[in-house]
Every structure is written in structure tokens, then in C-alpha cells.
């Protein structure tokens, strides 16, 4: 005789686990005592914050948004759906060359608005859902996209969720700034509101991360197990990083970023068409050539010592 048994749906809700810990402890929970891997843990927390539900104040410390029951929390992040896209002309493959521009923040600078300052009680008559935060700022969000309304700007953040890829730095802030204008356009339609000045949008990229894809220099860091962070004066402008599973030599947020990115590119690929896979080969074969340069300068000196010592001995004998 054969039992047949229902298959248990009782999965556990890592969300309110997640919930509850960070409006108790105001920290997020262990991973291991949930068992979950740490991209996983990623994945809840991401629904929670894209739900406007928690918000991170600093390294390790978390609080809640809003204070809500395991039913409403439940409607709420079943609604958030976390979609990976890529924004690129060509299909991304690992032989080619490209670049990766990512944790964007855009500025909207706004019109001489009369009533801004009453954008609170506009917002609560068009029954807009937002909340409120420190400097009489308020966040809205947006089909997944966090907007910040301020007293003069409108600042809003790309998701991780969005990979914007190119073969240059250019191609990369192109497509950026087309992804920036159709977010305006949408949450222009959304608010009701025009934000253009003289008939166009005053828009900013203020914040911007890019890196090079597959990058030979960063598989070797990454094979060695070993760090790699290049430092200008006092500010850290290149670091060999591993995301999106693969070896990505990433330019930090600075002003020069993007043109370096492109110098950098450049450089490797004047190496790849050399036919020479890695800098640290190239490395060798400039430490061979010194070293012959040394033998060859050690060489030449001990012949000149030999060459006066003759000569001495010849005029010696001369006189």
C-alpha cells in the first residue's frame, strides 16, 4: 500500500523575517540562520527596499519605513517583481570588449515652481503614495525607480536591476541619458507636472560607476585570490572587482571616470592586438629585457676594466 502525501506549501516568508529583524535589531538577520545564500538575502531585502518598506542608514544599521502587519507586508512585496535589464545595442557576448556604467543618480533641476513648497498637499490630493524624510524631502517610487523630491531638484536612481552596456564610455552615458529621459517622461505623466525649463529638461548625471568586462588584468587578481585598488592622491579611481560572476576592472565615482575608462580600454586592447593576453606578461617581458640590459652593462664594464688595465700595463712598459 502506497501513501500518497500533499506536498507541504507552508514556504517560509523571508521578507517578514527580514521585516521583523530590521525594525527589532535595526540590522538585517544572519543569512546562515535562514539558510540562505548571501545573493538570495540580497533578493529579499531588494524587494523589501524597491516596496519603499525599509531603508539603509549607514554600514550594517537599517529601519523600517513603514510600520506594517505580515498581511499588508505580503500584498505589498507581491506587487514588487525584481527583473534583471540589460540596455545594450548588440548581444553581450564575453569575447568582446565592453563596458559596464552602473549606481547612477540623476539630478532633475527644476523650474521656478510657485507652490513647490505645498508639492506635499498636491501630492496627498492626487492620492499619490509617498513618504516623507529628513530636509522636508520626499521619496516616491516609480515603477521600481526611487525618486526624491527636493526643494529645488528631483534626484532619482538607476536599480541595480538595470545593466547599461557599451563599447565605449560615450555609448554608456548615451544610453544612460536615454533611460534618464524616459523615466522624466513617465513620472512627468505620472505627477501631472512639467519640469521643463525653456522647453527642455535640465538633467544631471551626478553619480556614475563603469568598468570593464571580463578584463584580463582582474581574472588574474581574481585567480591569485588577490585585491587589487589603485589609489590617486587620496582617492581610490580603479579596483579589480568580481560582480555578475564575471572578472570586471571597475573605475570609481569621480569626475574623470568615464575618460578613463576609455584610456584603459585602450591600453588593453593595444595588448590584445599584440597578441599579448595579460599586462602581467608584458610585465615579464620588459623585466627580461632590464635584465639582459644589466648582463650586457655588467658585460661592457668588465671589458673596460680588462681594456684599462691593459693599457696601464702597456704604457708602464713604454715608459
Not at 93 to 108: D, E
Amino acid at each position: 500500500m502506497v501513501k500518497r502525501t500533499k506536498k507541504s506549501n507552508n514556504k517560509k516568508n523571508f521578507e517578514l523575517v527580514i521585516y521583523q529583524t530590521i525594525k527589532k535589531d535595526n540590522q538585517l538577520p544572519d543569512p546562515k540562520q535562514l539558510k540562505l545564500t548571501s545573493q538570495s538575502m540580497n533578493y529579499h531585502v531588494r524587494k523589501l527596499k524597491e516596496a519603499n518598506l525599509v531603508e539603509k542608514l549607514g554600514y550594517g544599521v537599517w529601519k523600517i519605513l513603514e510600520d506594517l502587519d505580515e498581511k499588508e507586508l505580503k500584498k505589498r512585496t507581491k506587487k514588487t517583481t525584481i527583473v534583471t535589464t540589460t540596455i545594450a545595442s548588440r548581444k553581450f557576448t564575453k569575447n568582446k570588449t565592453i563596458l559596464r556604467l552602473h549606481s547612477l543618480m540623476f539630478k532633475l533641476n527644476l523650474p521656478n515652481f510657485q507652490y513647490w513648497h505645498r508639492r506635499t498637499s498636491y501630492l496627498d490630493k492626487k492620492q499619490i503614495r509617498y513618504y516623507s524624510f529628513r530636509g522636508n524631502r520626499q521619496s516616491i517610487i516609480h515603477k521600481g525607480v526611487k525618486f526624491h523630491l527636493n526643494s529645488n531638484s528631483i534626484t532619482f536612481y538607476c536599480p541595480e536591476s538595470i545593466n547599461i552596456y557599451g563599447k565605449t564610455a560615450r555609448d554608456c552615458n548615451s544610453r544612460a541619458f536615454n533611460w534618464a529621459k524616459k523615466q522624466v517622461l513617465s513620472f512627468s505623466s505620472y505627477l501631472g507636472i512639467d519640469f521643463k525649463k525653456g522647453g527642455k529638461w535640465s538633467l544631471e548625471l551626478v553619480r556614475k560607476e563603469i568598468e570593464e568586462v571580463n578584463n584580463e588584468l582582474a581574472k588574474d587578481y581574481q585567480d591569485k585570490k588577490e585585491k587589487l585598488e589603485i589609489w590617486d592622491k587620496n582617492d581610490l579611481w580603479l579596483i579589480a572587482d568580481k560582480s555578475l560572476r564575471t572578472d570586471n576592472l571597475e573605475f570609481k565615482n569621480n569626475e574623470k571616470c568615464l575618460k578613463d575608462a576609455d584610456k584603459i580600454t585602450k591600453y588593453f586592447n593595444d595588448i590584445r592586438n599584440n597578441k599579448c593576453k595579460t599586462p602581467t606578461e608584458q610585465d615579464q617581458i620588459i623585466n627580461n629585457i632590464e635584465e639582459r640590459m644589466d648582463k650586457m652593462l655588467n658585460l661592457i664594464e668588465k671589458q673596460q676594466k680588462i681594456i684599462d688595465k691593459g693599457l696601464n700595463t702597456g704604457w708602464k712598459q713604454w715608459i
